[in-house]
């Protein structure tokens, strides 16, 4: 197709990506926990702090956002939870990755109101499907006209309920190592579970992307009470020595770790 053209980041950015770089995430958007919410407060540790004129210039210079996905991440700005919301830098990279393995199946855990979800969609062929995993319809909803408008609503099958339910469901069907991209970006008590059944139904050269592994730096000295921040800390130890796979983590967002299926 024609190349994406080039889009100047004005000021909003700026002041979304402010509110949206860290990307937060809850027992609300895939797990067992719709009750209880999981969020931390934005990190004043990130190696670029979102307000520096570092990051802007980053922005100015690496982003270029489809104008539909520009609309829904300004949609989102205005939602209380815009916090959850995978920065915006990040998803390009997805998205890139995607691009780059020649993905047609991908799965995300954790869906919000669906930024990321587009920006997978856009990139996929026509033949190309999100399985998307929330347990919340009325953030997807939000996401969802925008699907359609960007035309690519038939590439996204979303599945509203428990995401392991979803992953256990693929399982059964035979659909193990047909994947080839996995999103993990929900609750943190259920990641190592999420991260287990993914690298099952991941194809060998597949990519696993776990979000939120920094956790606005509650990883350096994880309370014993927080299971949220026990949970991924010790999700990160395990993938140090995974011999299943190879790994990157990178500080971007709230730290991202690409896990590459051996």
């Not at 402010?18 to 990190?43: I, Q, W």
């Not at 991440?73 to 691009?99: E, F, I």
């Not at 190592?177 to 690298?199: Q, R």
Request: proline letters at 5%.
């Amino acid at each position: 197709g024609p190349a994406m053209p080039l889009f100047s980041v004005p000021k909003e950015v700026a002041i979304g990506t402010a509110m949206l770089g860290v990307a937060f995430a809850t027992g609300m958007l895939a797990g067992k926990y719709p009750s209880l919410v999981f969020g931390t407060p934005k990190s004043s540790k990130s190696i670029i702090g979102k307000s520096s004129p570092l990051w802007q210039y980053i922005l100015d210079h690496s982003l270029r956002e489809h104008p539909i996905l520009k609309k829904l991440r300004l949609l989102t700005a205005d939602h209380p939870w815009s916090k959850m919301m995978v920065s915006c830098d990040q998803a390009q990279l997805m998205a890139n990755l995607v691009k780059l393995i020649k993905a047609k199946k991908v799965i995300e855990i954790g869906v919000f109101t669906g930024y990321n979800t587009l920006n997978m969609a856009l990139v996929l062929p026509d033949n190309g499907r999100v399985i998307a995993c929330d347990i919340n319809e009325d953030y997807v909803k939000i996401g969802k006209p925008l699907w359609k408008e960007a035309g690519v609503e038939h590439k996204i099958d979303l599945r509203i309920k428990p995401a392991i339910q979803t992953l256990d469901e693929l399982l059964a069907s035979g659909e193990s190592e047909t994947f080839d991209f996995a999103f993990i970006d929900a609750d943190k008590e259920s990641c190592n579970e999420y991260y287990e059944k993914c690298l099952r139904l991941i194809k060998k050269g597949g990519i696993i992307a776990i979000d939120n592994v920094l956790w606005g730096g509650r990883v350096l000295k994880p309370r014993k009470d927080d299971l949220a921040t026990q949970s991924i800390h010790h999700l990160n130890e395990k993938l140090l020595r995974d011999a299943r796979v190879n790994i990157s983590m990178l500080p971007m967002g709230d730290g991202v770790t690409l896990a590459f299926k051996l």
